[in-house]
């Protein structure tokens, strides 16, 4: 992959391109090694001068290729004199900063993905009542989960919380990694509207009242006994239903306000490329 820097009397605009679309050669290399497993998370990437040797670039197409790893999540730099180029391999956790950055630049709103929501969330229902395995793991789960919601109740922030993961236990439990990364997006970036609307209405005192909270755990019972069940129409219906309903609360007033995007894709700590 050899990568020979013109002189200032040499370059033209295809000499300028060089760089760059060296740098995309060296990202797909690296790349590929993180997705192949070769390289796992937490690995460290060789020394700086080992991979300039190794790939025979130049150290500015090296370093470019590194940011694009970077603005990707595959890598972050730690500072210090542990240091290095730390690998991370792709996590749920991009997928929603990255989809999340996109809605919000087209200005999306929050009616339009409760809408997406409402009509994904209930499929994945549906997918895990057909899983001959879903009363190993799945099952056990959310009845975890509906149970410790129901310790929440009166809570407003932690009643919300554990209400989200709920849901996102059951889109996570569905067994079709496509559902799972796609659906799981949406329902953490939802997750992230849902709590800042907890927080607001908390702090005004508008938090629906306990009888509704009852109703709610109800729901999640009901969805659960039909996936335990098997009955995948029934836990779709019951899923769709309950999503149009609870998001009527979050919704109101502020259907038509931008997605909220997630602060940051960063792991507290990363250091950029400088």
Known sequence: ?????????????????AQPAIADLVAESIR???????LVEGDLLPRQEEMLRELNVSRPS?????????????ISVRRGNRGGVV??????????????????????????????ISEIEPLCAGVAA???????????ELNTLVDTQERALGEAQEFTRIGREF???????????????????????????????????????AYPAVEQQRQVL???????????AGDRQQATNLARAHSLASHHHVLEGRRDLTVIHPRSSRVPGRGTVG
């Open 218 to 228: 109800q729901t999640h019972r009901m969805i659960v006994a039909a996936v335990a």
């Open 62 to 74: 090296y370093r470019e290729a590194l940011r694009i790893l970077e603005a990707e999540g595959l």
């Open 130 to 140: 057909g899983l001959p395995d879903r009363h190993e793991k799945l099952i056990p």
């Open 32 to 38: 590929d090694r993180i997705i192949s497993g070769e």
């Open 87 to 116: 690998v991370h391999s792709p996590s749920q956790h991009t997928t929603t900063y990255t989809l999340g950055l996109l809605l919000r630049y087209r200005q999306v709103s929050l009616g339009d993905l409760s809408d997406a």
């Open 1 to 17: 992959m050899p990568d020979a820097t013109p002189s200032p009397s040499s370059a033209h605009p295809a000499a300028q391109l």
């Open 167 to 205: 849901h996102e236990a059951l889109v996570g439990g569905c067994g079709n990694m496509t559902l799972i990364s796609t659906a799981g997006a949406l329902a953490q970036l939802w997750s992230k509207q849902e709590l800042e609307w907890a927080d607001v209405v908390a702090a005004n005192a």
